[in-house]
């Protein structure tokens, strides 16, 4: 086999290779991009004990994703500028499938964003989200 035959070889295994890591990465990203977390309500009483209630839903069908694994990631003030005050956060168990409660202390009125991170069976990727609610007296 000449070298040529070997080389055109090399570059056809390269393209192929390249492609499918091409693919592999838009179908990723894809599947990041068909989920969101929803408010059920923007607007949460400001004190101890109020409650926080979001759903991871699946865009291309309009469906709750029953069976995701959510973690936590953050709760704070950052839309308000002050991303140093943050709030503790408690996953509450017993809530309906593919909704999530949360229980918390908001200590002042303003904009609060709300970061989660869940894992879909199936799902190549975690799912990030960051949703802005409003805290009220």
Do not use: C, N
Not at 97 to 108: A, H, P, Q
């Amino acid at each position: 086999m000449s070298s040529l035959a070997l080389m055109r070889g090399f570059v056809i295994a390269l393209i192929i290779v390249g492609l499918g890591m091409a693919v592999s990465l838009s179908i990723s990203h894809a599947q990041q991009s068909d989920y969101r977390f929803e408010l059920v309500d923007r607007e949460i009483k400001v004190g101890f004990g109020s409650t926080i209630l979001v759903r991871l839903v699946d865009e291309r069908t309009g469906k709750v994703v029953p069976d995701a694994t959510l973690f936590v990631s953050r709760l704070d003030m950052s839309p308000d500028g002050i991303g140093l005050m943050g709030a503790q956060l408690e996953l509450l168990p017993g809530s309906a499938k593919g909704y999530y409660r949360f229980e918390t202390g908001l200590t002042m009125e303003g904009s609060w964003a709300l970061t989660l991170v869940a894992q879909i069976p199936g799902a190549p990727d975690v799912v990030r989200g960051r949703i802005v609610l409003q805290a009220v007296t």
